[in-house]
């Protein structure tokens, strides 16, 4: 079975912290995702990363960054985290193969103070 | 703009009944589209897919109908089971890696 794990079910941050989310998956696949999820919105695409050190912006970029060192290994990193960012974050990962799902992580929900 | 439309936030059904989540598309180019389902706490799972090549795909108590023309799928669950109950999310994608994620519809299925 595809795992995907997150570090952390539950943080709540300061406003103006750095703030860290890692997700590791255990399938050596080659994409991975970062999603926000907000009610009434559905999954907004953050970044995705397809190989190692590569990523993509996805719609919504603006106050976050991304790393990708190793292949299971992918971090969200907020800057300097904001009251709007108070969201539940998803990770996401799946092979190249075209029609292949999406396996997700079970969130984190982050809360900014 | 969002291109994947979720219209109902919310539906209702009786056990035993037939549950019709309905989602919408804009983009001409999607060519492949999910069904995933979230339960709260939890990250979401993949429930069905179909490809734009059918108009049809059936799986157990799932299927999933797509219109082209009128670039509409639905989600049909019969019979409804009270485990069903789960926020639904539409899914579509193009050439690539990328999802696109409708706005996702809360089912309740009351016993």
């Known amino acids: 079975d595809v795992k995907v794990t997150q570090s952390s079910r539950y943080l709540v941050k300061r406003t103006g912290e750095k703030v860290f989310l890692e997700c590791v998956q255990d399938?050596?696949?080659?994409?991975m995702f970062w999603y926000r999820q907000d009610p009434g919105l559905g999954l907004r695409l953050i970044y995705f990363s397809y190989d190692v050190k590569m990523k993509e912006k996805g719609d919504i970029p603006e106050g976050y960054s991304v790393s990708r060192e190793k292949k299971e290994r992918f971090s969200l990193i907020l800057e300097s985290a904001s009251t709007n960012q108070t969201s539940m974050y998803l990770c996401?990962?799946?092979?190249?193969?075209?029609?292949?799902?999406?396996?997700f992580g079970p969130g984190t929900r982050l809360t900014v103070l | 703009d969002q291109q994947v439309k979720q219209n109902s936030p919310s539906l209702s059904v009786q056990e035993g009944r037939i549950s019709i989540l309905n989602c919408d598309y804009t983009n001409s180019m999607f060519d492949y589209f999910l069904w995933y389902k979230k339960y709260p706490a939890e990250g979401p799972t993949f429930l069905i897919s179909i490809s734009s090549i059918k108009d049809k795909n059936e799986d157990g108590r799932f299927t999933v109908f797509l219109n082209k023309s009128a670039k509409h799928l639905s989600l049909h669950i019969v019979p409804s089971q009270p485990g069903d109950s789960a926020v639904y999310f539409c899914?579509?994608?193009?050439?690539?890696?990328?999802?696109?994620f409708g706005e996702g519809t809360q089912l309740t299925v009351n016993p």
């Open positions: 996401a990962s799946n092979r190249l193969a075209r029609t292949d799902t999406q396996y």
């Open positions: 399938m050596d696949h080659e994409n």
């Open positions: 899914a579509a994608k193009t050439s690539g890696s990328r999802l696109t």
